[in-house]
Structures are given as C-alpha cells and as structure tokens.
C-alpha cells in the first residue's frame, strides 16, 4: 500500500493503534506499522501496514523496508512497545529520521531490571524484589529482561 498523504510521522509499536490515535488527535496525519494492522488503527492511518511475525516481537528486517517505503524515508519515527530489548532499530533508524522517545541508551537502561531497581532502592521508593535467576519459592512474575508486557 502507498500512502495517499505525505504523514508527518509513521508510528511503529507492536500495537500502534493508541499512539496513532493520540498523533491524529493533535492534528498529525500518521502511518503506522504494527504487528496487527487492525480495521481501528487502519481507520486513522495511511498506510497502515501489517509486519509479519510468528512471535510477539518487532521483525527487524520487516521495519526496516517497510520504512525505506519511498513516502516514508526521513518521516519522523513514533515508536512504542516492540523496542525495549531492540534498541539497535533505534540506533539504526535515528540515522535516517528523527526518532521521537526515549534515547536508546535510556530503552536499555531502563529495561536492565538491576539498573533500574537499584536508584529506586537508593532513594528509598517500594518495589519488588528483583532476581536474575529463579529462586525458590513461588509468586514470582518472570520475564524476559528487555520484554514489553508479561512476556
């Protein structure tokens, strides 16, 4: 599909639909990339393009064409849930357009479950014990470092 609207930013996330609708709310003409492509994000969106993906992760070389889509190249990158253990898209994308978000320094960062659980510790604010192995014991949430949601 070939965008019908030069957009001022494509918004790519796992589901793009909520990051979309606020960039259309505040006057934006956007393109999204999503892993779904559903009828309500394709409603605010042109184009709304679908990645393909067997897993719940953004397919790098599956972004990166769909962003060397001639209306898309230098478009502003509004990115969401998809990035946090993959800030080498965001390196490589900050090359070719502005990204807007956090740094990917600050994606890695803050997605270290240690780096991010030790300044909370310092300055004294609860939060759950964090572990990078599975103890003993059950009620504990295990995630992959880096994930987004519950995976």
């Given amino acids: 599909m070939t965008p019908t609207a030069n957009p001022d930013c494509v918004v790519v996330a796992l589901p793009a639909w909520a990051l979309a609708a606020s960039a259309c709310c505040g ?7 999503d892993l779904f492509a559903d009828s309500d994000t394709a409603a605010l969106t042109t184009p709304c393009l679908a990645l393909p993906s067997r897993r719940l992760r953004i397919p790098a070389g599956a972004v990166r064409r769909a962003l060397a889509l001639p209306a898309l190249r230098g478009v502003s990158l509004v990115y969401g849930a998809g990035f946090e253990d993959r800030p080498d898209l965001l390196v490589a994308q900050e090359r070719d357009r502005p990204v807007i978000g956090n740094r990917p320094e600050m ?45």
């Fill in 107 to 151: 994606v890695v960062r803050v997605k270290d479950p240690l780096a991010f659980a030790a300044p909370l510790a310092d300055l004294g604010i609860p939060h759950p014990e964090v572990s990078l192995s599975l103890p003993n014991g059950e009620g504990w949430l295990v995630k992959r470092a880096g994930a987004s949601g519950g995976c």
């Fill in 27 to 33: 006057g934006r003409t956007v393109s999204a990339i």
